[in-house]
């Protein structure tokens, strides 16, 4: 491997650290945007059933309301039959018992009011709590969308970031002599993407973060391709 190779190699391996933090990047935002969606629609499916529920809670509620008002309507039209039937009799046998149907008559009907009463206050209750329910529902549409957008957003961003370097990495590549690609690529396997280290501080491989042995030194600040003793990677002193 030729040293002034060296500094284009280092681009590619920095585009090829870079494309790997894109891409764990981007499977970790996918693995969010999965959960997201699967827990929210969990949420919404679940309000939305707690809607249903009371939608079908207050149409049985009006239907019993119903009901007895129609009862209601029944007793009342016998009632006023029995009151007039009553002004016709004679007989106070018959009296009596009209002016006793009369009085179970009008029990009746005030019981019966006074059950459509309590259903009116239900059906009001219930009808509040759905329109609770149902602005909740809404906020929950509106933000798991809105969430839903900014994150399908970021992913679409992220692959066209991941699409571009990929793209630089092979123009670059295609410069660099096949012979010294494929050295250059078993190192970047082995080592864990990191093929060249620099010399930090003088005398510390960057790669393994061990002191590099002086005579080892000497060759890198003369300008050979010397690999770190420690680790293997090509050493590299600008």
């Known amino acids: 491997m030729r040293r002034e190779i060296i500094p284009s190699l ?3 391996q920095e585009l090829v650290l870079q494309l790997r933090d894109y891409e764990k990047r981007l499977k970790n935002l996918e693995s969010e945007f999965e959960n997201y969606i699967n827990d929210n629609l969990k949420l919404i499916n679940e309000k939305e059933e707690e809607l249903k529920k009371i939608i079908d809670n207050f149409k049985l509620v009006k239907d019993q309301q119903k009901e007895k008002e129609d ?3 029944i007793y009342r039209e016998k009632l006023s039959q029995e009151e007039k039937r009553s002004l016709t009799l004679k007989n106070p046998k018959e009296v009596m018992h009209v002016e006793k149907e009369i009085e179970n008559l009008k029990k009746q009907i005030n019981n019966l009011e ?3 009463l309590n259903l009116m206050i239900q059906s009001e209750e219930i009808d509040s709590k759905k329109k ?3 602005l909740e529902l809404q906020k929950l549409r509106e933000e798991f ?3 839903k957008k900014i994150l399908e957003e970021e ?3 992220l692959k066209e970031e991941i699409m571009n370097l990929a793209n630089d990495i092979s123009e670059k590549r295609s410069k ?3 012979q010294d690609l494929i050295e250059f690529d ?3 396997k082995s080592k864990n993407s990191r093929a060249i280290a620099r010399v930090i501080n003088k005398e510390i491989c960057e790669g393994c973060r061990l002191s590099i042995p002086k005579a080892v030194l000497e060759k890198v600040k003369k300008g050979d391709i010397v690999n770190c003793p420690n680790c293997g990677r090509i050493l590299w002193l600008e």
């Open 114 to 116: 006074d059950e459509i």
């Open 145 to 147: 969308e809105n969430k």
């Open 132 to 134: 609770d329910v149902t």
């Open 155 to 157: 992913i679409n961003s």
């Open 176 to 178: 660099i002599p096949e």
């Open 10 to 12: 280092l681009e590619i």
């Open 186 to 188: 078993n190192l970047l």
């Open 71 to 73: 009862k209601v309507l």
